[in-house]
C-alpha cells in the first residue's frame, strides 16, 4: 500500500499542500473550516507525519532526553509517568536512559541523547559535584531542567521539593506524639537530595535531643541499608528512626520487627517520598509526600520557557530555582498514642 502524502491529503481537502502543512503543523493559523476539512481527509486516509523529514526541516527533533540515576527506585517511575504525560501534553516524546548511579556513565548516556539530536534534556543528577561537568556541558547546548536533584548553583534550571521543609514537618510530628529520642539513616554522598535530607535532621533534632544529630548513620537509599543501619542504631534505643527515603525505611521496618521492637509503641519510623510501599508496609508508613505531578508540570514549563534554539542561561538569562512544598501523610508507623506507659 503506498504511502499517503501530504499532496493526497491536500487533493482530498481541496486545498493546498501549504495549507495542509500548516494545519497539522500547527505553525500559522487558517479558518476553522478549512482545518477541520484538512484533518477529517488525513484521518480518513490514515496520513502519518514523516517525523525524520520534519525534523530536518525544522532541526527539531520534538524529543526530550530523561536521565535517571537508577529506575530500580520506586519513586522514579512514578516521577517518570507523570514527565510523559506532561511532555506528551506539549507535544514532545522522550527518550529514556538509566545511569545505574554512575557519573561516567551518565555522562556517556548524556552525550549519547545529544548525538540523537534530543531538543532539551531533563536530568536527576546521580552526584552534585561528580555529575556537574557533564551536566554543565550539556546545560550550553541544549535546553536543560535538573530535578528532585541539584548540581550545585547557576549550573541549570532546576526543580525539587522543599526537602528543609519536609524533614521538619517530620520532626514536629515527632515531637507533637512526645518522641524526644530520634535518629536517622541518611545517604551517604552528595547526591542534593541526601545532604539535604540529613542537614535538616541534623538542625531540627537538635531540639528535641542535643545528642540526636550524633545518631545518625549514612548509606545508600535502600532496603537492604534500612536494615543493617537498625542493627548499628538499636543499642542506643532511639524512640524514632528517621529515614531519607521509604526504601531505608522499609527496611527499617522489617528488622525492627525481627528483633522484637514494637512499632510505633516502643519506637516510630517514619520516610520520604510517599511511594507506593508506603502505604503497603505494615504497619503501614508515615512519609513525606513530595508533589510528583507538580514537579512533572513545572519541569516541563521550564523546558517550554526555554525552547529549542534559545540562549542557555548566562548573564542575561539566569537560572530559575523552584522548589515546592511537600505533605507529611500520617500513617500508623508513628501514630500517636500508642506508646506503652512506664
Known amino acids: 500500500m503506498a504511502e499517503v502524502t501530504l499532496r493526497d491529503v491536500a487533493r482530498a481537502a481541496g486545498c493546498s499542500v501549504a495549507t495542509v502543512s500548516r494545519v497539522l503543523a500547527g505553525t500559522r493559523p487558517v479558518g476553522a473550516e478549512t482545518a477541520r476539512a484538512v484533518r477529517e481527509a488525513a484521518e480518513r486516509l490514515g496520513y502519518r507525519p514523516n517525523e ?27 516521577l517518570v509517568r507523570e514527565l510523559e504525560h506532561a511532555l506528551h501534553a506539549a507535544g514532545r516524546a522522550v527518550l529514556l536512559a538509566d545511569c545505574d548511579d554512575d ?13 540523537r539530536r534530543v531538543d532539551a534534556l531533563l536530568l536527576i543528577p546521580v ?32 526543580v525539587a521539593v522543599d526537602n528543609a521543609a519536609g524533614m521538619a514537618l517530620v520532626l514536629d510530628h515527632l515531637a507533637a506524639t512526645g518522641r524526644r529520642r530520634p535518629c536517622f539513616i541518611g545517604a551517604a554522598g552528595t547526591a542534593s537530595a541526601a545532604a539535604e ?22 548509606g545508600d537509599f535502600s532496603v537492604e541499608w534500612g536494615r543493617a543501619a537498625v542493627d548499628r542504631l538499636w543499642p542506643a534505643r532511639p524512640d524514632a528512626v528517621v529515614c531519607a527515603n521509604d526504601l531505608i525505611a ?64 548566562g548573564p542575561r538569562r539566569p537560572v530559575r530555582t523552584v522548589r515546592l512544598a511537600p505533605e507529611l501523610v500520617v500513617r500508623a508507623s508513628s501514630a500517636p498514642g500508642t506508646r506503652p506507659t512506664s
Open 103 to 115: 557519573p561516567a556513565t551518565e555522562a556517556a548516556r548524556i552525550g549519547a541523547l545529544l548525538g
Open 197 to 218: 535530607r540529613r542537614a535538616a535532621y541534623a538542625a531540627g533534632a537538635a531540639a528535641l535531643d542535643p545528642a540526636a544529630p550524633e545518631r545518625a548513620v549514612l
Open 52 to 78: 525524520v523529514a520534519r525534523a530536518l526541516r525544522s532541526r527539531s527533533t520534538g524529543t526530550v532526553g530523561l536521565v535517571l540515576p537508577q529506575i530500580t527506585n520506586p519513586f522514579f517511575p512514578t
Open 250 to 313: 522499609a527496611g527499617a521496618l522489617q528488622r525492627l520487627r525481627q528483633l522484637g521492637a514494637e512499632v510505633p509503641g516502643d519506637v516510630a519510623v517514619t520516610g520520604f517520598d510517599d511511594i507506593p510501599l508506603a502505604g503497603l508496609a505494615d504497619p503501614a508508613l508515615t512519609t513525606v509526600r513530595q508533589p510528583v505531578a507538580e514537579l512533572a508540570a513545572e519541569a516541563a514549563r521550564l523546558l517550554v520557557r526555554r525552547p529549542a534554539g534559545a540562549p542557555v542561561p
Open 127 to 158: 552526584d552534585e559535584r561528580r555529575s556537574r561537568e557533564a551536566v554543565a556541558a550539556a546545560a550550553a547546548r541544549v535546553p536543560l531542567v535538573l530535578l528532585d536533584r541539584g548540581c550545585g548553583p547557576g549550573v541549570a534550571d532546576s
